[in-house]
T-cell receptor, first 112, second 113 residues
Framework: SQQGEEDPQALSIQEGENATMNCSYK?????LQWYRQNSGRGLVHLIL?????REKHSGRLRVTLDTSKKSSSLLITASRAADTASYFC????????????FGTGTRLKVLA | GAGVSQTPSNKVTEKGKYVELRCDPI?????LYWYRQSLGQGPEFLIY????????DSGLPNDRFFAVRPEGSVSTLKIQRTERGDSAVYLC???????????FGPGTRLTVT
């Protein structure tokens, strides 16, 4: 079963608007990662945030992590048509191995 | 430098046949992961290697699936007696170590007829 779940499942916004997607997970983690996938192939890493961090930025991306609520959010500011993709969170477990479990994804569509 | 490569990019096979899928990770990356992805779903963990050994194979669905990484670099995912339900995109990823970002290959689309 999936460890993480993103919401919303789908999001449609106008170019220039901000997009926020959320990820919830079930067990304690070492780190959480966000990935983007275009056209159903080739995931691209966006940001990794560790369990002792609360916020990270990379360009127009901002990720927050709330370990007490077991949730994370990804904010894309000033969205562009090229941001149209599926976004996934991936979490590991603090169980001694570092397998990563991906969520179900948010399908973002940015309208020009 | 070169990214993660996977071969073949597409594989069509008949039910019951044996297939091998290959992954060439980024040079120097010690961790290697295999996932499979069905349409509209997130990647599903299969197995990951740290060096030559399988650190966690809990995602392999049954004993028809097996993976090796004999020299700590290239990995091969082997599927015996393929079934139509094995049809999916098989993704490989590598990372410098298991607590770092993963770099994904383009995937192998497997179709079992």
């Amino acid at each position: 079963s999936q460890q993480g779940e993103e919401d919303p499942q789908a999001l449609s916004i106008q170019e220039g608007e901000n997009a926020t997607m959320n990820c919830s997970y079930k067990t304690s983690i070492n780190n959480l990662q966000w990935y983007r996938q275009n056209s159903g192939r080739g995931l691209v890493h966006l940001i990794l945030i560790r369990s002792n961090e609360r916020e990270k930025h990379s360009g127009r991306l901002r990720v927050t992590l709330d370990t007490s609520k077991k949730s994370s959010s990804l904010l894309i500011t000033a969205s562009r048509a090229a941001d149209t993709a599926s976004y996934f969170c991936a979490t590991d477990y603090t169980s001694g191995t570092y397998k990563y479990i991906f969520g179900t994804g948010t399908r973002l569509k940015v309208l020009a | 430098g070169a990214g993660v490569s996977q071969t073949p990019s597409n594989k069509v096979t008949e039910k019951g046949k044996y297939v091998e899928l290959r992954c060439d990770p980024i040079s120097g990356h010690t961790a290697l992961y295999w996932y499979r992805q069905s349409l509209g779903q997130g990647p599903e963990f299969l197995i990951y290697f740290q060096g030559t050994g399988a650190a966690d194979d809990s995602g392999l669905p049954n004993d028809r699936f097996f993976a090796v990484r004999p020299e700590g670099s290239v990995s091969t995912l082997k599927i015996q007696r393929t079934e139509r339900g094995d049809s999916a995109v098989y993704l490989c990823a590598s990372s410098w170590d298991s607590q770092y970002e993963q770099y994904f290959g383009p995937g192998t689309r497997l179709t079992v007829t």
